[in-house]
């Protein structure tokens, strides 16, 4: 445990799993830094975006492939809790099912919208695999100005033209990983709490975590300063 924080210090930060397009050409190089990033924060516990089953092994996340190499490996090395925060299988499931039926009633127009928008998604995981690809492009990610240009006008177009069905379900998606976050952090006061989402989860999770009060939000850049402004937090 590290020394006593005024506010519960959580640590936002985001990686890429569903990387096909970038992780043949640089694997053993992105999760070496996440490896790396992961000693560098020493947290106390961690919040993963999986659900119970996948953290248990009952269920596959080929997916999110930096689990199984490198997340769940580091804090079973070093007796680190995990708080899965995705729902279940079943709910995911249900989710599923819910976002295909919304998808199957959508008149040509919105479906040619939201294909538009698809395509501007894997544009911007495109980009984001170019970072990827440098030495310390995990560590670029984490800028809260990439989110600004890239992520946030990609949600302000999904907000506009797609179906209210499929945005409902994004929302309680995202509220129970921050419900499971906040579950944590009120049991793990005095604690370093990192949570490791995929991208679009972290930009979210940011805007609801930064109204809080309670907690000290910080990406990895901040957490850095933070560290630079009370080098004895940093300690284990």
């Not at 000693?39 to 689990?67: F, H, M, N, W």
């Not at 030495?135 to 800028?143: A, H, K, R, V």
Request: glycine content about 4%; aromatic content about 8%; overall charge negative.
């Amino acid at each position: 445990m590290h020394e006593n924080y005024d506010l519960t210090p959580v640590v936002l930060l985001a990686t890429i799993h569903n990387g096909d397009r970038f992780r043949s050409s640089n694997a053993k190089e992105y999760t070496e830094r996440l490896r790396m990033l992961l000693e560098e924060i020493q947290p106390d516990v961690v919040c993963s975006e999986l659900s119970p089953e996948q953290l248990r092994g009952d269920a596959t996340c080929e997916c999110k492939p930096e689990y199984p190499e490198v997340i769940i490996p580091f804090c079973s090395e070093r007796n680190i809790p995990i708080v899965p925060i995705q729902p279940d299988v079943k709910t995911g499931d249900a989710v599923e099912r819910d976002l295909a039926e919304a998808g199957s009633k959508l008149d040509p127009a919105g479906r040619a919208r939201i294909d538009s928008l698809e395509q501007l998604e894997c544009s911007i995981v495109d980009r984001l695999a170019e970072i990827l690809r440098q030495p310390t492009g995990l560590d670029m990610i984490q800028m809260r100005v990439l989110d600004l240009l890239l992520i946030e006008p990609l949600y302000q177009l999904y907000s506009e033209f797609s179906n209210q069905k499929v945005q409902a379900l994004w929302e309680e998606w995202n509220q129970h990983f921050l419900r499971s976050i906040l579950d944590a952090v009120n049991l793990s006061r005095n604690k370093r709490i990192l949570a490791t989402v995929g991208w679009a989860h972290k930009y979210w999770l940011w805007n609801h975590l930064s109204k809080r009060n309670d907690i000290r939000l910080l990406d990895l850049h901040s957490f850095r300063q933070f560290c630079g402004e009370s080098p004895s937090s940093s300690d284990s």
